[in-house]
């Protein structure tokens, strides 16, 4: 497999997006765009820090504009070469998006949606709690978790028996991106910020959201201790998502490498690897300040991968295509 040619299709989010995010749902800038198949005929969009009229990237503080620090949106559009639009999203009694995850006080700044599934009725979203913007690319997490929908994504829990603490800084779970297969729930992880390996974790969907039934990937078998986990990706990893190309049969991965500047695309044929080293799909000499890199669930089949990437000017998410050459 290999990359032939890349396009981005156009706005997902902000002023001039086929949705018109700004107008209908106040959404005028955001990023990320986590996306996953929600098994009722939608994909589900989570956004991260969500603005409305007055910040992009510049100007006034979030306090002057809506601040948001997370929101989620739904699709049904499958022709993905007009956009992707956006039928609807949780909202607030005006409609507007309405922040789904909650954030405390004190050492929280935000809370982050990094990756999300739909199994057995239930919705998982991986998240993490900011504790502190360093500088970019490197931040502090208070924790990681998995918030829990039972009602199609309306309303989410945060129970405190589902999170990694990161008290030293060094938990190798606090970004993370879901995957289902052989009746179980697979994240690979890797540590706060963009620089880490990445390594994998598992459990059974019934324990789920319990984060003490997961066990780790050690290089040669399956661990109960988070710390015996073996890398099986080499970093630098930033934002990632998983993926079964049902074509191939291999996994995708793709994930932010700071040292490639851009967007990079690996296989393998398990989860535990070996994994490709990638080529480089999204540049961020072509599109500077490139992050995120979610892949469309429903365009795991064909030669035309679609996906969502982030720009932090004009701080907005848009759909991009890369076509690949099925070797």
Known sequence: MRASETTRIGPVTGAGSPSRTDERFGIHATDLGVLWDGGDGRVLVAFGDTYGR???????????????????AYSTNRDLDAGLRLDGVVARPD???AQVLPSGGGREVTVIPNSGIAVDGAHYLHYMSVREWIRPGVWRTNHAGIAVSRDDGRTWEKPRGARWPNRWGDNRFQLGAFAFAEGR????????????DAYLARADVA????????????????????RAAAAVVEGPVGEMSLGFHRTLGRWLLMHLDEARRGIVLRSAERLTGPWTPGE??????????VYGGYLHPWSLDGPDLYYLVS????????LTRTRLVLD
């Open 54 to 72: 007055g910040w992009g990237g510049s100007g006034p503080g979030p306090e002057h504009a809506d601040w948001r620090r997370n929101v989620l």
């Open 95 to 97: 409609g507007s998006a």
């Open 185 to 196: 729930v697979y994240l690979l992880g890797t540590t706060n910020g963009r620089y880490g």
């Open 207 to 226: 324990a789920l959201p319990d984060t003490r039934a997961f066990e780790y990937w050690t290089g040669s078998g399956w661990s109960r201790r988070a």
């Open 280 to 289: 480089v799909v999204v540049s961020g000499g072509e599109h500077p300040a």
């Open 311 to 318: 720009q932090w000017g004009p701080y907005n998410v848009y």
